[in-house]
């Protein structure tokens, strides 16, 4: 660390870099037409005067057939059948040679991309009779041609609960917390928070993710899960009869038995959520008041306080809420909410597409709008908003000369665009809450949400600041960086070889002829960059969490790199950072500061680059959090970390032109894999592989680890 640190001594004062690219990713949707509007015989020769007339004379000359002899009329209208058939049957040939020379014309053929040339990995489809001991087990990739797993007639293992929280019961625990209440799903407590259950070890030849690691969250890496399981307890398992949803029926269920057994069967239907979280909370209110709250009997010893989290689910008027959807909304609100004391609520957060329905004056309106669109369990649970009313919290002027580059061609309200606004708006509404996770309905997690989350924020929170967004900014590919802690230390040399100044506190830029919104005096460097032993921001909470690189637009030709608003054109625009797919942790203190910027200063940007660029602005503290990320390819490592870390020009970079390689991922906004592998651990038979009887004659049903999934976007079982 010391001849890092002595490297940086010699870098010169922080010089904002604003690289731009004049390449254009991408053919941007232009206005439709409006020529479907108009008749498609308009100019052709059958719309003409001449062929009206030859019409007509052809109408009087059949006339003059109808009235002649039978058998005169049979032949007649025999011969004009065939000449039909013949016309028909020629039309349909010309047509088809015509539309086969138009496809060699206009679709030549496709070149494939270079990871489609790697072998197929398939180990994380193995399942659930074919389990072995972590200790024993041997990814994929490593595995040689004459390798076997062994496949038993029933899992070798037994399923066990999932309990990742404290020890509420301890002595340990209590001595710093009050005591944890019981939360229940319904008023007379007669359901408790269920458990969920996964088997304590990982299918043979498992495939291992390529980037991120579990062991850094405290996710334990040697368990996984399958559906009964995991969402046996929510109802997925038994029949409409008995209150479920009956999704198993025709699906494989070896060892299900072991969880069918000791699972209750609960009437989710009539579960009213946010009453269940609301007395949840009001029974554990004590272990997140303020900090003068003593210990009984015990004057002056002070018991610990907890931070709230809202858990933000961002979703709109006419979403189908299909019922795997509902077994994973079940699954965020018992296992954050429910199981942990009040740690957590989980709300939905409801986009009324619709303007001119005024939720903001009727209540009878408002609950008209709420109900016709959300299910009933989730009722109390949901906020409504719409852009109207966004229009009126944030009046602008947002002025388009102001405006670098608007590539989506839509409104600044749009959400499209400004996504962010309603969730700033939600947390002025929501004081009680430090920190936001806005979460998105097209992810999925096959995990415990508790563990991961809790674990990525108390990793979050370890982070030292120094070199904290150099390292955001790259991918961990463990298989070539080794561990973490020498990960850091290569991203520190080359940040130094770079000759880059590190970003150290808030950022500084010229901001022409505007002011700049001051930044608070906490996110403030306590001392010099060279000072500083990796101690500052230890300890401290990420005001921002994401789950892809804070990467800088600028050094990319990613599309929206330029969509900023609000700043002087006339000067270069100022440093931004941008993480893809909105989904993140941001803290209660960050979001205020996005809300002055946006209604004080009437600043925005593209949502993926917006928070980013608020923390590079404010001086927040920023992490991208390394969660494991699989690959249907078995990629050569050194040709991954040049492609995800390395590239060489803008359109190299996988946050551009070469995004195309994050398809065979499972986390990304265009990841193929994603929504594959999720659909095959439900059961389903996609591309004609998988479903029940693919799992019944191999290894069983899949058995994933924890694995966040995105996008998932439909979820059919057949």
């Keep these: 660390m010391g001849a890092i640190k002595n490297a940086f001594a010699r870098l010169p004062a922080i010089r904002p870099t604003m690289a731009t690219s004049n390449f254009a990713y991408q053919e941007l949707p232009t206005t439709p037409s409006r020529l479907h509007d108009v008749s498609p015989l308009v100019g052709s020769p059958i719309m003409s005067e001449a062929w009206r007339n030859q019409g ?16 005169r009329l049979f032949v007649v209208a025999l011969v004009f059948v065939f000449s039909i058939v013949v016309l028909v049957g020629g039309s349909v040939q010309v047509r088809r040679r015509n539309d086969a020379a138009k496809k060699v014309v206009e679709e030549p053929p496709r070149i494939p991309y270079h990871w489609e040339a790697y072998p197929r990995l398939n180990g994380v489809y193995n399942g659930i009779r074919s389990l072995v001991k972590y200790v024993d087990w041997l990814p994929e990739q490593q595995a040689t041609p004459d390798s076997k797993i062994e496949v038993h007639d029933a899992p070798p293992l037994d399923p066990e609960v999932v309990d990742p929280y404290p020890d509420y019961s301890s002595a340990k625990y209590l001595k710093n917390h009050h005591p944890v209440q019981r939360c229940y799903l319904d008023e007379n407590e007669t359901y408790a928070a269920p458990d969920i259950y996964a088997y304590p070890g990982v299918p043979a030849s498992m495939t291992a993710p390529y980037w991120g690691a579990y062991e850094i969250f405290g996710v334990k890496p040697d368990r996984c899960f399958e559906r009964f399981g995991r969402f046996g307890p929510y109802g997925y398992s038994y029949g409409r009869a008995e209150e479920g949803l009956g999704l198993s029926n025709h699906l494989a269920h070896s060892g299900a038995d072991k969880i069918q057994d000791v699972i209750h069967k609960v009437d989710y239907r009539n579960v009213n959520w946010g009453k269940a979280q609301e007395i949840c909370y009001e029974k554990n209110r004590k272990r997140f008041e303020s900090e003068e709250t003593t210990m009984e009997g015990t004057e002056g010893e002070k018991k610990k306080t907890l931070k709230r989290t809202a858990y933000v689910l961002r979703t709109w008027t006419g979403y189908k809420y299909s019922d795997i959807q509902l077994l994973s909304l079940r699954a965020m609100i018992n296992e954050l909410a429910l199981k942990s004391g009040g740690e957590y ?7 009324v597409k619709d303007d001119r329905i005024p939720i903001w004056a009727s209540e009878e309106i408002y609950n008209k709008t709420l109900r016709a669109n959300v299910p009933k369990e ?14 009126t919290y944030y009046p602008g002027p947002f002025l388009k000369k102001d405006n670098v580059a608007n590539h989506a061609g839509s409104d600044i309200y749009g959400v499209y665009r400004t996504a962010h606004f309603a969730l700033q708006w939600f947390a002025q509404q929501h004081r009680e809450y430090d920190f936001f996770w806005n979460w998105e309905m097209d992810i999925r997690y096959s995990g415990h949400y508790y563990e991961f989350l809790e674990g990525v924020s108390k990793w979050g929170a370890e982070q030292p600041r ?11 590919i463990p298989g070539i960086h080794g561990s973490w802690p020498k990960f850091s230390v290569q991203v520190e040399r080359e940040a130094a070889e770079s000759k880059e100044e590190p970003v150290w506190g808030p950022v500084r830029f010229d901001t022409g002829k ?19 032993d990796y101690e500052w921001g230890v300890g401290e909470d990420a005001d921002l969490i994401t789950f892809d690189p804070l990467f800088d637009p600028a050094k990319t030709n990613w599309v929206f790199n330029n969509d900023a608003t609000g700043y002087d054109t006339e000067v270069p625009m100022p440093p931004r950072r941008a993480a893809i797919v909105t989904v993140a942790r941001i803290s209660r203190r960050m979001l205020d500061t996005m809300h002055e910027e946006t209604w004080r200063m009437h600043h925005t940007m593209f949502p993926e680059m917006w928070p980013p660029t608020v923390a590079l602005h404010h001086g927040f503290k920023a992490v991208y959090a390394p969660h494991p990320v699989y690959f249907d390819r078995k990629w050569p490592l050194d040709v991954m970390d040049q492609v995800f870390n390395r590239p060489t020009t803008p359109e190299e970079s996988p946050f551009g032109w070469g995004e195309h390689n994050m398809q065979g991922s499972t986390f990304y906004y265009n990841a193929g894999f994603s929504g594959a592998v999720w659909r095959r651990w439900l059961g389903a038979r996609e591309k004609g592989e998988g479903g029940r009887e693919d799992e019944e004659a191999g290894s069983g049903r899949m058995c994933l ?10 979820e059919r079982v057949e």
């Design 514 to 532: 505007y002011d700049m919104l001051p930044s608070p005096n906490e996110t403030r460097p306590p001392t010099s960059f060279e000072a500083d």
């Design 345 to 351: 609520d989980v709300h939905l957060l409801v986009h």
């Design 378 to 391: 989730l009722w109390d649970i949901a906020t409504l908003w719409s852009e109207q009313m966004m229009r």
């Design 466 to 476: 120094k070199f904290l967004w150099e390292r955001s900014a790259r991918f961990w």
């Design 56 to 71: 007509l004379k052809a109408h009087r000359r059949l006339g003059s057939l109808i009235r002649t002899s039978p058998k």
């Design 705 to 714: 680890r924890g694995l966040l999934h995105h996008p998932v976007k439909h």
